[in-house]
């Protein structure tokens, strides 16, 4: 079975901390996402990377940044947080045209 | 502009009573439309891909079919564990494996 995992649950920050969100997957695909979700809005893409050391800006990457070393793992930064980034945090990997499977979410608070 | 839309928002039916979701769609060429069910606090879960107009897909009490404009989630003889929010996403034809997503519709099915 297919396998994303976030490494938490519920994140309390403060603002103007550097926050790092962690994604895994094992099903050795080559892409990876980052999302968040807020009612009302959907899920909004905020980085995508297609290969290891690849990424691409999605719709909504201001503020963040993200990092990819090895093919299973891809992490979301944010490099100042601020309250505006309070949301849950989607994590998802895909293979070629197959469909995207997701973690169980970060739920972030930024204070 | 590419565009999603998911109709209802919300949606409360009996257990037995059937209904149908409604996704449509406005993107130049389309890749694969997907469903997906997302419970509370809970990332979403892959249900269907529909690649090519007429095409449809069943599981359970669940079946999907594709237009050239919108995709239906036909649930038939809903029990109150169908409760949750069902998600739709395009995948374009062009460029990167990024997907649009739909707000949702939240069903309830009461006992």
């Known amino acids: 079975d297919v396998k994303v995992t976030q490494s938490s649950r519920y994140l309390v920050k403060r603002t103007g901390e550097k926050v790092f969100l962690e994604c895994v997957q094992d099903m050795d695909h080559e892409n990876m996402f980052w999302y968040r979700q807020d009612p009302g809005l959907g899920l909004r893409l905020i980085y995508f990377s297609y290969d290891v050391k690849m990424k691409e800006k999605g719709d909504i990457p201001e503020g963040y940044s993200v990092s990819r070393e090895k093919k299973e793992r891809f992490s979301l930064i944010l490099e100042s947080a601020s309250t505006n980034q309070t949301s849950m945090y989607l994590c998802?990997?895909?293979?070629?045209?197959?469909?995207?499977?997701f973690g169980d979410g970060t739920r972030l608070s930024i204070l | 502009e590419d565009q999603v839309t998911q109709s209802p928002e919300a949606l409360r039916l009996q257990e037995g009573e059937s209904s149908s979701l409604n996704c449509s769609y406005t993107?130049?060429?389309?890749?694969?439309l997907f469903w997906y069910r997302q419970d509370p606090g809970k990332g979403p879960e892959f249900l269907f891909t529909l690649y090519s107009a007429g095409e449809e897909k069943e599981k359970e009490r669940l079946k999907a079919t594709l237009t050239k404009k919108e995709s239906f989630l036909h649930i038939t003889a809903p029990k109150p564990e169908d409760s949750a929010t069902y998600l739709c996403?395009?995948?374009?034809?062009?460029?990167?494996?990024?997907?649009?997503f739909g707000t949702g519709t939240r069903l309830k099915v009461l006992a």
């Open positions: 996403a395009v995948q374009m034809a062009s460029g990167t494996y990024k997907y649009i």
């Open positions: 993107v130049s060429g389309l890749r694969g």
């Open positions: 998802a990997s895909s293979a070629g045209r197959q469909p995207q499977h």
